[in-house]
């Protein structure tokens, strides 16, 4: 190998083998040479059947060798006797193994290419549009965008809405307020399906990216620098290295329905966001839920409750008899983290309910005005009767 020293001259980095033959030469006394290189074993890393005294290197990157029970495996790796991914006996993972995929046929560890059982996918896995349904097989992916869904892997798209609960376009596709979560319309017209994310996995190879306090993410394009034209907005570098696509000079089509989450009032079909604004320095961002006007419980939905909002700031879509969700059985919110709490306020019927309130309750804070507080009074930051 050739690299670069401290003075920037290139030299070659010997090898072991041509490093024992330099000392075995070097100066006047009698030859000597270097301790031999171990080979590897069962269970050590190896990348071709060179590398192992066997001539077998597994596919997942580890020696093995021919073995007629578990005892020609040693114990330092934890292999055991069973059959690889040839059909034919030899040292292998423990069964079961996801990592590894190698499942227990009869009790013997078997390679996922030669178990041939289908209902093994938890393990194995399934071909492409095919998905497991445990305890059954693989079976047909379906989930085009409108199907039912629980996870992203049940859809073609890769995108369940966590949301609606069905299948969206791909992450990065065009779409509509009728197929994404999310929907960033260009300037020009064209548009790009994101969504709310944790992680860069979430968004099919684009970047998670957002405010850390308060917290939201959603899913941008990945570009190549200042100049990218392809981007709904501007290219911009981040703190750790990367380009991603900001949203200046984008909108967003509005999909919430009564009841779901939102962050501003352009995020709900009815253009209500009931809750309060949280604000870390310089950055706010809202917390709340979509809501509409309501006369009786059933024009909330199942889940929802129609209470009494006074409208202490004047009448507007978000007070009077409008929707929120209830409480669950066990007296909490979905999500039970801050800042949704149980509160209890007046229903239609003249009993008080408790729902799910994002606003703040008397004595807490910081609030900035009196709509983020369930009193509808803001006093020194703080939420008063």
Known sequence: MVRLDSRGVWVRRLSVATLVAVVACAGDGPATSLPPVPRAGVGDPCFADADC?????????????????????????????????????????????????????????????????????ETCGCGPSRRCDPGVGCVSLGGYPGEACLTDSECRSSNCSRLA????????????????????????????????????ADCDGDVCFGSFGPEYFTCRPRCSGASDPSCPGSCQLVGDMRFVCTCTGC?????????????????????????????VGAECQGFGYCTTSCTTDAACGAEGRCVDVPCVEGPTIECGHVCLPACGADGTCDPTY?????AALPDVDGSTVMVCDARLADGDGPCRTGRDCESGNCVSATCAP
């Open 251 to 279: 909108t967003t089509l509005a999909l919430r329905g009564v009841g779901q989450e939102c962050n501003d009032d352009a995020m709900c079909a009815a253009s209500a966001c009931l809750g309060r604004v949280l604000c």
């Open 338 to 342: 801050s800042p949704y709490h149980c």
């Open 53 to 121: 005294p066997s001539e077998m290197c597994l596919s997942i990157g580890y020696c093995s060798a021919p073995c007629a029970d578990d005892r020609d495996c040693g114990t330092s790796h934890g292999y055991v006797c069973g059959v690889g991914t040839g059909g034919v006996h030899q040292c292998v993972p423990q069964c079961p193994s996801t990592l590894y995929h190698y499942v227990c046929v009869g009790g013997v560890s078997t390679a996922c290419a030669v178990a041939g059982s289908p209902s093994d996918c």
């Open 165 to 200: 609960g069905v299948c969206r376009v791909a992450i990065g596709d065009s779409c509509s307020a009728h197929d994404c979560d999310l929907c960033v319309v260009r300037t020009s017209g064209s548009s790009y399906c994101s969504s709310e994310c944790r992680t860069d």
